[in-house]
Nanobody
């Protein structure tokens, strides 16, 4: 069993930055990790994923070039650096653990965090 706890959400003006963190506890941190988001009235969507080693990453087209996913395996933590934020980035952001980045991108997730709210004002 793996528990995921997100932090770092908040309110920011358009053009600003935030860094989300997700810390894992439990048996192992050898999963690929990812971030999803869900805006009000919309389905949850894939944002970014990173391999267990940190050597491979994938991004949704909507965040490519603005968001960066990284991980520190010694701290059992994955990060999402979000720059040049837009009002349409407003959502609850969820941390996820899965087998590979490809399975995460297909929404085949083994574990979910509880989510953290990100609100971008115009």
């Amino acid at each position: 069993q793996v528990q995921l706890v997100e932090s770092g959400g908040g309110l920011v003006q358009a053009g600003g930055s935030l860094r989300l963190s997700c810390t894992a506890s439990g048996r192992t941190f050898s999963y690929a990790m990812g971030w999803f988001r869900q805006a009000p009235g919309k389905e949850r969507e894939f944002v970014a994923a990173i391999s267990s080693s940190g050597g491979g990453t994938s991004y949704a087209d909507s965040v490519q070039g603005r968001f960066t996913i990284s991980r520190d395996n010694a701290k059992r933590t994955v990060y999402l650096q979000m720059n040049t934020l837009k009002p349409e980035d407003t959502a609850v952001y969820y941390c996820a653990a899965g087998t590979t980045t490809q399975t995460i991108m297909k929404n085949w997730v083994n574990y979910w965090g509880q989510g953290t709210q990100v609100t971008v004002s115009s």
